[in-house]
């Protein structure tokens, strides 16, 4: 180190080593705080983003262009299958599944109950859709060329206390009038949420066609290789399928989800913000004690004729150099608790019992922290911004010494 | 022959200083006239009071004055920003405290690099140092910090930290004020050697009589007026050995 004066703010560091310490420890633990919180925060939302976009909503959703007013769920996509062939040839493309959706009533003897009957295309929406995936099925789930078959939720079967190869009457809207049919029950699934499982009921996309009338699917829904590159894809599908449909993302799909999302994220922000300014009016503290301490010694300095943004520098580069150690030690202490939340995980479920779900999506129960090289840059950032922003009040009292006073012996 | 005005560093006109403490006023300097000449070494002497410091403060563009006009090098003060004063101090005056205020955290060596650094001195720094402290025989002492220096080499490095930046005026408050008699007699040759050999000036706020022995003049203060201004023949160090010899 040549230079004299980031030796000169170095050894006052170490004048009095515990309280340089304890300051590089302070903002230290603060960032790791700041490092723990964002890593659950940020693991949550890719968790709750994976979520969502594979319990059926897609990261991606071609909608006919009115759904987004309207939400209508009789409303038909234009040349679907011109639009699903687009879709696929573009690269990045992970899975697509074709759905059409009609509100209707199930009934079986006395027992009735309202659900949102869904086409689906058996092959693909198992791979498409974690609730059919991932929940535990009785039976057998739907197959291509079923022809009045119906798979539903244990919540809709205990409703309507029916049982395997039950038949059920349904009652539909229909294009012209309402429909009805009788479809057999041939797998009943149970995802442990009785919410989740009340809103299942699934048929051949074919069957809805046939019963209701309305031809086509309502909604392409397609997963992404890579979430972080949603933007960019709905741009380029949007691009791509310009007409008479619309890309929508999984967040105005499912408005509810992202809502809570964006929440955690604000308080991440808001959390980091408190940390920031705690930790900086400790450093104010403890720097403005050592300006103080040595008015005298500013004074010679700049009798000697040090200017005032001389005498910042000294003070802010002290300031700095607490914030790179404590950097340091907030990558150790942070980085660590991050590494072992991104690499061993949290599982929620034993701290909240049985099945997650949210807004019709079906959680994982694991939680796996948010780890990679943004963590250094995070650490330098808060800690730097905490400990320099900290520095400006001492370091603005340290130029109003006056020189005059280095000629008093003390 | 000389010219008068091009010799004269320091041009003092009527300046007083008035300090405000409280509601009173506490008259410092009462109407200072006095010029300082290129390769003076001059000690301004007087009893507690007299205004000695206020005046190399004023001089030295720590303060200003409050009345009368004060020229240091050419530059009137009273026309100056706190920016060009510091500039003034850091390239062409320098400092000698009593209490010797060396940085404590830092070497011998960097004390007085650090003066050099902050004139922008760029790889040379080092060397400069280093010749200064050898001149001054402190080379062994250089990287030893000022804890660890008695106070006599504190006094000398602080000597070689006001001259490393090759000022025209060396101001020096008191000394040798905590020097005992042997360290004192070293620093004032060497300062005197300074003096004569690198035309540097010097003034000295000073109760010492060690100091005034040195001095080739001496203005008095008393109650913040000039009592006296004189040239006299200063001690040397032939002159002091002669003296210890008849002793």
Redesign the interface.
């Given at each position: 180190m040549k230079?004299?004066?980031a030796?000169?703010a170095l050894?006052?560091l170490?004048?009095h080593p515990r309280r340089s310490i304890l300051s590089i420890v302070g903002v230290g633990v603060g960032c790791a705080i700041g490092i723990f919180a964002s890593s659950w925060i940020g693991g949550s939302a890719e968790m709750q983003v994976r979520a969502a976009s594979e319990s059926g909503a897609g990261h991606l959703r071609v909608v006919p262009s009115e759904w987004p007013k309207t939400r209508e769920n009789i409303l038909r996509l234009g040349q679907w299958e011109q639009a699903l062939a687009k879709v696929r040839a573009l690269p990045g493309i992970k899975t697509t599944a074709v759905r059409a959706r009609v509100n209707g009533l199930l009934a079986f003897g006395n027992r009735t109950a309202g659900a949102e009957v869904v086409g689906v295309d058996p092959a693909v929406e198992p791979e498409a859709n974690r609730i059919v995936g991932k929940g535990r099925l009785q039976g057998r789930y739907l197959q291509s060329g079923d022809s009045n078959k119906v798979v539903i939720g244990k919540t809709l079967a205990d409703r309507l206390d029916v049982e395997l190869d039950d038949d059920l009457y349904v009652t539909l809207a229909g294009r012209d009038e309402i429909s009805s049919a009788m479809l057999t029950i041939v797998g009943i699934i149970d995802t442990g949420s009785g919410d989740l499982d009340a809103s299942i009921c699934q048929v051949t996309l074919e069957d809805i066609e046939r019963i209701t009338g309305y031809q086509g699917p309502g909604e392409i829904s397609i997963l992404l290789n890579d979430y972080r590159l949603i933007a960019s894809m709905q741009k380029k599908l949007t691009e791509a399928l310009a007409g008479s449909n619309a890309v929508i993302t999984w967040k105005q799909v499912n408005p509810g989800l992202a809502g809570n999302v964006e929440g955690d994220k604000v308080f991440t922000k808001v959390l980091i913000a408190i940390i920031v300014v705690v930790v900086s009016l400790g450093i104010a503290s403890a720097q403005l004690t050592a300006v103080l301490e040595r008015r005298?010694?500013f004074a010679?300095?700049?009798?000697?004729?040090?200017?005032?943004r001389?005498v910042v520098g000294l003070v802010v580069l002290e300031a700095l150099l607490v914030g790179v150690a404590g950097a340091a030690v907030a990558l150790l202490l942070g980085g660590s608790a991050a590494y072992y939340l991104a690499t061993k995980g949290v599982n929620l479920a034993t701290m909240m019992g049985e099945e997650l779900s949210f807004e019709n999506v079906l959680l994982d129960p694991y939680v796996y922290g948010d780890f990679g090289i943004w963590l250094i840059w995070y650490a330098l950032a808060v800690s730097v911004i905490a400990t320099v922003g900290a520095s400006i009040y001492p370091a603005w009292l340290a130029t109003k010494v006056?020189?005059?006073d280095?000629?008093r012996?003390? | 022959m000389n010219d008068p005005d091009k010799d004269t560093l320091v041009s003092a006109r009527d300046v007083t200083k008035t300090y405000q403490v409280g509601k009173v006023e506490a008259p410092a300097l009462r109407g200072i006239t006095l010029d300082v000449r290129s390769r003076d070494f001059l000690a301004v002497v007087g009893p507690s009071g007299s205004g000695k410091t206020t005046l190399l403060n004023l001089i030295g563009a720590l303060d200003s004055a409050t009345d009368g006009k004060l020229t240091v090098l050419g530059n009137d003060l009273s026309t100056m920003s706190k920016r060009h004063r510091a500039d003034m101090r850091l390239h062409s005056l320098g400092f000698v405290f009593q209490a010797y205020n060396l940085v404590p955290v830092l070497t011998a060596r960097e004390n007085v690099e650090f003066v050099l650094e902050l004139q922008g001195v760029g790889s040379e720094r080092s060397r400069r140092a280093m010749e200064i402290l050898d001149q001054l025989d402190l080379g062994e002492f250089a990287d030893r910090k000022p804890s660890e220096l008695s106070g006599g080499q504190q006094q000398r490095v602080a000597v070689a930290r006001a001259v490393a930046s090759r000022p025209k005026l060396v101001l020096a408050d008191e000394p040798t004020a905590n020097l005992d008699g042997e360290n004192a007699e070293i620093l004032l040759k060497m300062m005197q050697g300074l003096n004569e050999q690198q035309n540097i000036t010097f003034i000295f706020s000073t109760h010492d009589p060690r100091v005034v022995a040195y001095a080739r003049r001496v203005v008095r203060l008393v109650d913040g007026r000039v009592a006296s201004d004189e040239m006299k023949e200063p001690a040397s160090s032939s002159g002091t050995e002669q003296k210890e010899a008849e002793d």
């Open positions: 230079s004299i004066s030796k000169y050894r006052s170490l004048r005298h010694e010679i300095l700049s009798a000697l004729g040090m200017k005032g001389h006056e020189p005059a280095a000629l012996v003390i | -």
